[in-house]
Every structure is written in C-alpha cells, then in structure tokens.
C-alpha cells in the first residue's frame, strides 16, 4: 500500500543537508560516528535515505470489512429526517517499511553492540513514557510528539550506557517507541472498526523514530 509521505519535511531537510553530509564523510567526522554504530559511512547515508523512501510504503498484514454509518448529502432535506445508511468498507492492518521494518533490522544488527541490562530498562522506560504520551487519533493513526523518543533514548542511554551511548540509544528509541506507542495502542484501534489504513511505524510515529537514528549518530561522535 503506497501513499503520500508523512515526513515531507524531513525529506526536503535531508536532501538539502545531502551534500553537507558528503563533505563530512571527507572530512571523516561521520564515518567515526557510523564506525561506533557499526556502519560504513556509504551505509548509514543509504540507510536513512531509504528510511525516508519507505515511510510511503505500507505493507498490508491483515485486511477486514468494517461497517460504518453515513449520511446521504440530501440537501433538500432536513437534517433530522435524513436517513443513515451503513457502508462497508476496508480496515487494512499495515507495517511500514521506512518506520519501522528498516529500523527493526537495524535494531537486530545492533543489538550485539549494546549492553543487554541496559538497553531492556531503557526500552522499558521508553515504552511507558511513549505510551503515557501517544493518542490514537480518527483519521490520523497513532500522534507522538516526534521529539520525545530521541530526547529520552538520549538521555536514558548517557546514563545506563555512557560508553557507548549510540547503539542502546537508537535500539531502544525504536523499540520502546513502536511498542509503546503503535502495538500498545493497536487494540485502541481495531476496536475502534475505523476504515483506511493502520499503519505500524507510519502515520504520527515515523517522525520520532527517524529522529531517533540522527540523534544516535549525534551520539556516536
């Protein structure tokens, strides 16, 4: 399932910083920062490109019927006497390839690089707070101020892993933030029997997700 990219803007901003970060991989200042994660500085680049090409790309799981009830636009009657008649339409459960299958892979590689103890209480923190935070929205999915996750996974990660604070950072900024914030109000949603599209990792929660990488990188140098 394909559709208009949610992050227009961090699109546009990272085309226009492109080039700056070219001149940085010359000047090594990345690739120390991709090195501590783990990555060439061709990778990383690439990856949060492609982050960004996919948050216009669904990936439907599950699809089903949901019933909903409108109103005719019959405007030479009043509206007390219109008749409401049910629609069927489609609810399609969907996982996003930019927001949350790259990072998730991304998560699994670094996962050898992050302390286990440490990176499990920072999800967990993240994961509450992301939740307390998040509000499924009619129409709009899941909203999630898009700074709270890096700034959180930032802090939480200087503090329980202060040698290495990049790879715990971006791992459980992912992690707690599609948990949290996505799964944890999953049932919200389906109960709700709203037609269009649920998106895993899209809509409301891209943002602070690809936040959460840049911020790691920050991190890393």
């Known amino acids: 399932m394909v559709f208009l990219p949610i992050s227009i803007i961090l699109f546009i901003l990272f085309i226009l910083l492109l080039p700056v970060l070219i001149l940085l991989v010359q000047i090594q200042i990345v690739q120390i920062a991709f090195d501590r994660l783990g990555l060439s500085p061709s ?57 949350a299958i790259i990072p998730l892979l991304l998560c699994i590689y670094l996962l050898f ?15 509450i707070v992301a939740k307390m935070l998040s509000r499924p929205v009619r129409g709009m999915g899941v909203v999630l101020p898009a700074f709270i996750p890096p700034i ?19 791992v459980s900024g992912v992690l707690g933030t599609i948990i949290g914030a996505d799964v944890l109000n999953l049932p919200t949603l389906l109960k709700a029997r709203d037609p269009g599209i649920i998106s895993i990792g899209g809509a409301g929660i891209f943002d602070g997700i690809y936040l959460v990488g840049i911020i790691a990188v920050l991190l890393a140098y």
Not at 153 to 166: E, T, V
């Open 152 to 170: 959180v996974s930032a802090l939480l990660a200087f503090l329980l892993s202060p040698a290495n604070p990049a790879p715990t950072a971006y």
């Open 113 to 127: 690089r992050t302390p286990p103890l440490a990176t499990a209480v920072s999800t967990i923190v993240i994961i």
């Open 43 to 99: 990778v990383g680049i690439m990856f949060f490109l492609l982050s960004l090409l996919g948050s216009s790309i669904n990936i439907p799981i599950m699809r089903r019927d949901v019933t909903t009830v409108v109103e005719p636009d019959l405007g030479f009657m009043p509206f007390f006497a219109r008749p409401r008649l049910p629609v069927m339409q489609k609810q399609i459960l969907a996982i996003n390839l930019g927001g």
